[in-house]
């Protein structure tokens, strides 16, 4: 069964150093999502794409993150400088073709800043 | 900010029970999705419910959707302790929101 892979899967990094996250969405997903889940909450989205389109970036901290979908298939999350209040699960996930459809999620990266 | 709100917080039942799980949404959705997470894993999806659909069912899950009210049910019947997770509902409303989830914790 097709899956949505995620690399790393734990990341640790300092404060003011960069950090970037890579994401491999189920091939023919139009859709993919980046969200930041912090324990014991819900996944909160970052970013949406369509294809290599930004759909939605309302909630992502631009001053600091940035994510490209370039060719529309992988994407990358980065941050850049990390900030302590950083530390979550980044959660990628997609789709056939937007909020219509069910989403798969990849297995997350847990990123810790010191 | 997140739109759905599940309740309860946290659940506890022996196997073999049922258990229910609540969402509630603020605007006007096309459809409310459930998503399971097992600790420190992705999440999965379970079952989509379309705005114009009342009550759905897959294998021992049932949801139920009430537009009027805003809100969800999932119900798990004879639960196991693998149903042991947290539970999601998600609405698409603008964009993706997800709850805080409910803890379910199920005990052999």
């Known amino acids: 069964e097709a899956e949505v892979a995620q690399s790393p899967r734990y990341k640790i990094t300092e404060k003011s150093q960069a950090v970037a996250f890579w994401c491999d969405p189920i091939s023919g997903h139009a859709t993919l999502y980046w969200y930041r889940q912090i324990l014991g909450q819900g996944p909160e989205l970052l970013v949406q794409f369509q294809d290599e389109s930004v759909v939605d970036d309302s909630q992502l901290p631009k001053d600091r993150f940035s994510a490209e979908r370039l060719k529309g298939v992988d994407s990358t999350l980065k941050i850049q400088p990390a900030e302590l209040g950083d530390s979550a699960m980044y959660l990628c996930?997609?789709?056939?073709?937007?909020?219509?459809?069910?989403?798969?999620f990849g297995p997350g990266t847990r990123l810790t800043v010191t | 900010s997140q739109q759905g709100e599940e309740d309860p917080q946290a659940l506890s039942i022996q196997e073999g029970e049922n258990a229910t799980m609540n969402c509630s949404y603020k605007t006007s959705i096309n459809n409310l999705q459930w998503y399971r997470q097992n600790s420190g894993r992705g999440l999965v999806h379970l079952i989509l419910?379309?705005?114009?659909?009342r009550e759905k069912h897959s294998g021992r899950l049932r949801v139920t959707l009430d537009t009027s009210k805003k809100s969800s049910s999932l119900l798990i019947t004879a639960s196991r302790a693998a149903d042991t997770a947290s539970y999601f509902c998600a609405t698409d409303g603008h964009d993706m929101r997800f709850g805080a989830g409910t803890r379910l914790t199920v005990k052999p």
């Open positions: 419910i379309r705005s114009n659909e």
């Open positions: 996930a997609s789709s056939l073709a937007g909020l219509a459809y069910e989403q798969y």
